[in-house]
């Protein structure tokens, strides 16, 4: 329901187990129709094994690979007038990506960075988890962390690395005027 609300056009296919439906359900069913999707019903196992999920809720939604085609990140830093970014570096379990990126767009964070390889993809389960968190934030997925980073610096936007034993809270940061980068590491070693 969220993705419906806050972006339609992303939705490819939306495949629905085999009815009956509950109310909630039924609405959104009717309301995919009537906006002309692609609309299929599938048994339940057919669901979990498309979104390796079995918490689906009788709904998956297929949505445009659109969020990493074409991003211009040195347009973003021209462009962009107090930028505010999170580097995921090797993140490995989806459901964590996916609460990390939900808790970033509810942070205000315009832009995440994501390293390609050595991390999970952009799955399904993540984008369940993110519970829309994707919509509206500009994505980067990128193996030269590196390099971003040495960009971001040159823009003049301040690079925060965090740790769970860290001796400040990024809440006791005095404002940055000229954009953040804060880097969360991968589980474990991060």
């Known amino acids: ?21 509950n109310s909630h359900l039924q609405k959104i069913f009717e309301t995919c129709e009537s906006l002309g999707f692609n609309v299929m019903e599938l048994e339940r196992d057919r669901l979990t094994s498309i979104c390796l999920s079995s918490k689906h809720q009788g709904i998956v939604m297929e949505l445009s690979n659109k969020l990493s085609s074409g991003f211009d990140l040195d347009l973003y830093l021209q462009t962009e ?16 990506l996916g609460s990390c990126i939900r808790s970033a767009n509810a942070a205000g964070v315009s832009l995440i960075i994501k390293k390609k ?74």
């Open 117 to 190: 390889s050595n991390s999970c993809e952009i799955s399904p389960l993540v984008h369940k988890t993110a519970s829309g968190g994707l919509q509206g934030v500009s994505l980067l997925e990128t193996n030269n962390i590196l390099s971003v980073i040495k960009k971001l610096k040159y823009n003049n936007i301040r690079i925060i690395g965090t740790s769970d034993a860290g001796s400040k809270l990024i809440y006791d940061l005095e404002v940055i005027k000229t954009g953040v980068a804060v880097i969360i590491g991968a589980e474990g070693e991060g």
């Open 81 to 96: 007038k107090n930028p505010f970014i999170v580097i995921f570096d090797s993140l490995q379990d989806p459901r964590n």
């Open 1 to 21: 329901n969220a993705q419906l609300k806050l972006d339609s056009n992303s939705i490819t296919k939306v495949y629905f187990k085999k009815p009956p439906y």
